[in-house]
Structure formats: C-alpha cells, structure tokens
C-alpha cells in the first residue's frame, strides 16, 4: 500500500506563514490535495491537482509538489486557520490520506 | 443545491452488517467518483472505497471483501454495504464526491454517519 507522512503537528504565531509537508514515493507523479477538517465538522477541500484553490478557498492558501514532497502553505495565518489538515493522493484506484497535521495558531 | 446526506449508522455487534445510504442533491452520482471515508475516534481519515463513474469499484485492503459499494442511479443514491463488522470499523463514515478524473480532490462531502461495533 502507498503512504503519506505528514508531520503530527505544526505551530505557527498569527501573521506568520505556516507550511505543512506531506512526503510519499515518487509523489511528483501524483496529484496531490489538501483538506482541513476542525472539530466537529466534515473536511473541506482547499488544495488539489498540487496548486489550485477551490472557489471560496482564500488566496492564503497554496500548495506546491516537488520531487517527494508536497507543501500546504498558509500565508498571514489567523486563528480560524487553526484545524487538522491531511494531504492525499491517488495510487493507481485507491486513495491515501496522509495522517494528518493538527496546526496550531498561538 | 450541491448536497449529500448520509443515513444508516448505528450500534450494532460485532459480525453483524449495516447498509449506509448517502443521498444526493445537486448533482448526478453516476457522473462523478463517489468514495467512502471514514475516521475512528480520535484518528486521522481513512479511505475505504470508491465508485468510478463507469461502474468499477476499488476498496482498501482492510475492508476488502467485506464491505460493497454501490449506487442507485434512479435514487442518486450511493451505499455501502458493511458485512462481518468488526470493532476497529467503529468510526464516522463520510460519503464524498470527486469530480470524473483522479487529483480533482474530494469537493463535497456529507456530515458523516455513526458506526459503532461493540457487543
């Protein structure tokens, strides 16, 4: 099975750019996306196909995939920023998530 | 508006089945790759299965033949059907649609439906 790794858990100070990496085997011939999820609640896309936003994502969020890592930088974080965010990809017809990143804005 | 339902969560013991349903609104089942998610207590997401929109059908190993995925496209509905459950498929499932090709990401998702396994 295929695998993603992510980092348990990112701080960041509110105005500052946070970056969460998510690292696979040759993950720069997949796609990757990015939801958040706080608690409570279902996830939210807000990167995929690597760097696009879905409409309604703010301009703060972008996403990059190089050699065996994808980034989610958040840029100018705020406090609702704060939330899980997991990476995923496709390999071949099944689907991984990576296992998660709890951001922190203190 | 674009919207899916989940229905059908649950005690039940272990062994036991359950059929989740997750309706849609919005837009058409069939036209899109519908997948499967879910998160035990406290972890991370887990993908389980996934819809093509030409019919096949793709689980992960851990729920590989016993859960079934399926759709009913006069009901636009999607289901999934869970046999020999056990207790570490206790989790809250989600249904989720993914646009007709892989990397689209999963835009829509539904609040998530109760399973829980326990004697």
């Known amino acids: 099975s295929y695998d993603l790794s992510q980092p348990p858990s990112v701080s960041v100070s509110p105005g500052q750019t946070a970056s969460i990496t998510c690292s696979g085997d040759k993950l720069e011939d ?27 994502i703010p301009e703060r969020f972008s996403g990059s995939n190089s ?40 | ?4 339902v989940e229905s059908g969560g649950g005690l039940v013991q272990p062994g036991g089945s359950l059929r989740l349903s997750c309706a849609a609104s919005g837009f058409t089942v069939s036209s899109n790759y519908m997948s499967w998610v879910r998160q035990a207590p406290g972890k991370g997401l887990e993908w389980v299965s996934v819809i ?8 992960a190993d851990s729920v ?3 859960f079934t ?30 646009g007709g090709i892989q990397g689209n990401g ?14």
């Open chain 2, 69 to 98: 995925i399926s759709r009913d496209n006069s009901k636009n509905t999607l289901y999934l059907q869970m046999n020999s459950l056990r207790a570490e498929d206790t989790a809250v499932y989600y249904c989720a649609r993914e």
């Open chain 2, 1 to 4: 508006e674009v919207q899916l």
């Open chain 1, 30 to 56: 997949k796609f990757v996306c990015w939801y958040q999820q706080k608690p409570g609640q279902s996830p939210i896309l807000v990167i995929y196909q690597d760097t696009k936003r879905p409409s309604g």
């Open chain 2, 64 to 66: 590989k033949g016993r």
């Open chain 2, 106 to 119: 999963m835009d829509v998702w539904g609040q998530g439906t109760t399973v829980t396994v326990s004697s």
């Open chain 2, 52 to 59: 093509y929109s030409g019919g096949s059908t793709y689980y």
């Open chain 1, 67 to 106: 050699g065996i890592t994808a980034t989610l930088t958040i840029s100018e974080t705020q406090a609702l920023d704060e939330a899980d965010y997991y990476c995923q990809a496709w390999d071949r017809s099944t689907v991984t998530f990576g296992g998660g990143t709890k951001l922190t804005v203190l």
